[in-house]
């Protein structure tokens, strides 16, 4: 027997709880397929697909991480405007084991997202939400009900990975909570991969996988999509050691100030709890902290202790 060939055992690390985060976003996805019609008219390739053909893309990669090992549960989350929900879960007799067709289980999905869609509609406040908050879809909420999930049942399940695919641009507003989470996802040592699609590259999502040794990818051709995703996200961790993933090019560490939600590049941090600003304030906004003798009042007041004392002869 060759020594170094691979024990017959099943590894801990083979068996994984998968959590899908699917960016459900409609206002998204209608901007996405116009843009993709007017490209597809005037003859040039598009880097944005529809929602319906992203699903032919997600649903063979939720069958796929179940052929991998028949103990793999795979969890799919949808991500709204103003709300996040439990999509899919194979670990309910729906999928996995054979118990399920598949045709059954891509209904059963459809008519999901197709209630979470109005629900989430139903929940927002109107169009001025909309335009105050762009198109941003709900990362927090959805990265939170990842890293809440568990299986009471199945001991032998834990928490391995998510997988957000992203194709809102990010929310500043959303800032402090999707760093909590990302610290919470890095305690817990579960890696967070990231899977792009929109036009712009993901702060938050580049932060998420570095932070928590994921891996950020975001795909040039989105015809091919399934190939990115079986091929990049579909390992597990205990085969990521072996492999050559993708690694990203930079990582935008840039943060959101507190006061108007908007990315900074430099700003004020207060000393007692690391709020940003991206103005000075005499008053910290989160914990109260007195910045009235700040370090401008007190070149000010040196300033002026300088003048005087050249007037006097």
Request: aromatic share 8%.
């Amino acid at each position: 027997m060759n020594a170094a060939s691979a024990p017959s055992k099943l590894y801990s690390d083979d068996v994984s709880l998968i959590v899908v985060l699917l960016d459900a976003n409609p206002f998204f996805w209608a901007s996405s397929a116009a843009a993709a019609g007017d490209s597809a008219s005037s003859h040039h390739p598009t880097t944005t697909l529809p929602f319906s053909k992203l699903l032919n893309h997600v649903i063979p990669l939720l069958n796929s991480l179940l052929l991998l090992n028949q103990l793999n549960q795979v969890v799919l989350v949808a991500t709204g405007v103003n709300s996040c929900g439990y999509i899919y879960d194979s670990g309910d007799g729906g999928g996995g084991s054979g118990c399920g067709s598949v045709p059954a289980i891509c209904s059963e999905i459809l008519r999901r997202l197709e209630e979470f869609v109005v629900k989430d509609r139903l929940q927002g406040k109107g169009p001025d939400k909309v335009v105050a908050t762009g198109v941003s879809s709900l990362l927090s909420g959805s990265l939170s009900l990842a890293l809440g999930f568990s299986d009471p049942e199945l001991d032998i399940h834990s928490l391995g990975q998510i997988l957000c695919l992203q194709g809102s641009p990010d929310g500043p507003e959303q800032y402090v909570a999707v760093m909590n989470a990302i610290f919470s996802a890095q305690r817990s040592m579960i890696p967070i991969d990231s899977c792009v699609m929109g036009v712009q590259h993901s702060a938050f999502l580049q932060q998420a996988s570095y932070i928590t040794g994921g891996v950020y990818l975001k795909p040039q051709q989105l015809d091919g999509l399934f190939q990115y995703l079986s091929a990049v996200f579909a390992t597990d961790l205990q085969s990521r050691n072996f492999l050559q993933l993708p690694k990203p090019a930079g990582v935008d560490f840039r943060a959101s100030c507190f006061c108007h939600k908007k990315t900074i590049d430099m700003g004020y941090v207060c000393s007692v709890c690391l709020s940003i600003f991206c103005k000075h304030h005499k008053k910290c906004s989160t914990c109260g902290s007195d910045f009235s003798q700040g370090p401008t009042d007190a070149n000010a007041s040196t300033d002026r202790k300088r003048k005087t004392s050249e007037v006097q002869p």
